[in-house]
């Protein structure tokens, strides 16, 4: 594997990694979550600077389904991320608490909120819409030619199980009251333990994940004849 390709893959798999410790905001602490942000927001750069080809390419070519999806993906992920990264340093006690902001904290508190429910999902489906060509990188940095039928069917299984718990977990822990602001305080269950949170948050994560594969596979298909009588 080349030098680059590896570090926009150990770069990818630091986002992923990063994310579910993020929404564990009140059981890390909050100093520890500044440096996980932090972290996060660095790493959203290297992407993005590892990408350069595709950002310099958007005005340029023919526009697919899955490339226009793709691109307002991408740009909506790109404003949540700005969004969170103000909004995280007008809230900061520690990393930025010596710029002592003291305007707008309410605002930046609910754009804090907003932002990190739905760049979680985002960045999850954006994923997601990415997985055949993240495969296909794998396979070829581990040198694997292929794989047998039951191999795939296990590991679709897997990954149908993972998703659908995933979507329970979605539903009953209300991410969606979070997402429409319906409920703008967090609730954190101080005796769950932290690895069964970060569980159930990686669960989200396929279950998105897997929202965005079949999208990316729908959008790929080529368009059905029309055959006039």
């Known amino acids: 594997m080349k030098p680059k390709q590896t570090v926009r893959m150990c770069a990818d798999s630091a986002l992923l990694l990063l994310l579910p410790l993020l929404m564990a905001y009140n ?5 520890a979550h500044e440096c996980v942000g932090i972290a996060m927001f660095a790493m959203f750069i ?4 590892l990408n350069l080809r595709f950002t310099a390419s958007v005005a340029k070519g023919k526009y697919t389904l899955r490339r226009i999806i793709l691109t307002a993906l991408d740009a909506l992920l790109l404003i949540d991320m700005l969004i969170m990264m103000l909004s995280a340093v007008m809230l900061s006690r520690h990393v930025f608490g010596f710029l002592q902001i003291s305007f707008g904290v ?13 760049g979680f999902a985002l960045m999850s ?3 997601g819409m990415h997985i055949p060509q993240l495969a296909k990188a794998l396979r070829n940095a581990l040198h694997i030619s292929g794989s047998s039928k039951a191999k795939r069917l296990i590991l679709r299984s ?5 998703s659908a718990y995933g979507m329970y977990s979605f539903v009953a822990r209300g991410l969606t009251d979070y997402m429409l602001l319906k409920n703008q ?5 101080f005796s769950e333990p932290l690895p069964l ?4 948050y990686a669960s989200m994560m396929c279950f998105f994940a897997a929202l965005g594969f079949g999208l990316a596979n729908l959008a790929a298909r080529p368009p059905r004849k029309q ?3």
């Not at 059981?27 to 100093?31: D, I, N, Q, R």
């Not at 309410?106 to 739905?118: C, E, F, K, V």
């Not at 897997?158 to 993972?162: D, M, R, S």
């Not at 949170?197 to 159930?200: K, N």
């Open 106 to 118: 309410q605002l930046a508190r609910t754009l804090h909120l907003l932002g990190s429910y739905w």
């Open 227 to 229: 055959f006039s009588r």
């Open 197 to 200: 949170f970060l569980l159930a």
């Open 158 to 162: 897997l990954a149908l199980t993972v």
């Open 185 to 189: 305080f967090v609730f954190f269950d």
């Open 27 to 31: 059981m890390l602490g909050e100093a």
């Open 46 to 49: 290297l992407h993005h600077a």
């Open 125 to 127: 489906f954006h994923f």
